[in-house]
């Protein structure tokens, strides 16, 4: 029986953007003559990395991928739906090789599961479950997919302020890179998780365990869709409000009134002065929140080795799980004890709870270092206390961990390679070779 016996963990320069290679190797060869599996965890960028860096073109780094595969992917996980990470996948280059790659497992949330839509439009009185997902969960995550579509229209309105309208092309469905990813989980290949399901990972990568904590369905948390109690289709009523005054020609006409909390969008909201951008950026911001919030959260563990993985997943999302912590002990004892942390959100402060850092910071003296990798660049999102990475979040986790970030990248590095045993971390930097 083959053994794990090593995890290499690569995150490669793609600006602000995810996208990690997890490959676990093995003391003898699988069924298939391979001593290898390999996991990747997005393909996306929205900004390309700063000058002086590496190009980070989507193609140039699906060619690594395909080079450090050996020409062959195991699982891909895609986190959710925003194109700093998916949008390789509509680049020619990048989209030709991962249909080389073929990957045998495609891992999405279960708000991207295509027969949703046939749910969520089906009679009201018709059987409450399809897939494992509730009508009222199908019908959040088609009003999601309207929502992205309302946006669109905003990147073409005249006169919007050329920030908001670049945060609100951020936003837009990345229709070829779904389709690509419908195509690549085709004939079963395809699994739409939320928390608490078997992830079929496990059954394509031998001793590997994964437990998916997020995110949860609005039945299970409706928390996550941060909807109000009176209001059961939230994202119709504050849609059509936000775009009444986006669309009106008149500046006058009060904005609508959606909350937005902290992130890179709201530095725009308070300081702008024309109503038609100020309500445009609180839509923009809203979806930002909730597209995040359907983010695939993964736990991985091999061997004595456990990796967090978690996208863009902010509270609401993650409220899910810190809920459990005082009742769960072996869940607390997990997420203290993990070896790899992939930061949420790239830097942002609404992504890491307060209360996963105090677990790390009262970690006994005797576990091995922990690692933080975080994909992000500086100057793109946000200003001052909004900035993404912020600076107080950069602080705290160095703090707790090895903090490896693609913006320290500035000698031209394509990626960060970390490896450790499979029987106990920590993990170690791999050096370039000058």
Known sequence: MSTPIRVRVRMYQVGFGDCFLVSVEYDAPLPDGRDERHILIDFGTSHSPREGMARGRMGDVAALIEEHTGGELDVLVVTHRHRD??????VDAGAAIMK??????????????PELAETADGPAAAPDQAGGVSRASARYAALLSRAQEEVARLATLVGLDEEVRTAAEDQLKNAEAVALLNELSRDGRGRYLHAGMESGIDDVVPGLTATVLGPPTVDQDPRVARQREEDPEYWLTAL?????VVGSAADTEAPAPMTHGPGPVRWLIDRLANQRSRSAARLVRDLDEALNNTSVILLLTVGGVSLLFSGDAQIENWRHTLDRLGDDADLRDRLAKIDLYKVGHHGSRNATPRSLHALWKARAADLPRLSAVMSTRQGVHGKNDNAVPQGHLVDALREVADLYSTDDLDAGEE??????????????????PA
């Open 85 to 90: 990470h998916l949008r390789g996948f509509e």
């Open 415 to 432: 990626y960060v390679e970390l490896v450790t045993d499979a029987a106990r971390g920590p993990f170690r930097l791999v050096p370039r």
């Open 100 to 113: 080389r790659l073929a990957p045998k497992l495609v891992v999405r949330s279960w708000t991207e599961d």
């Open 240 to 244: 059509g409000a936000s775009l009444r």
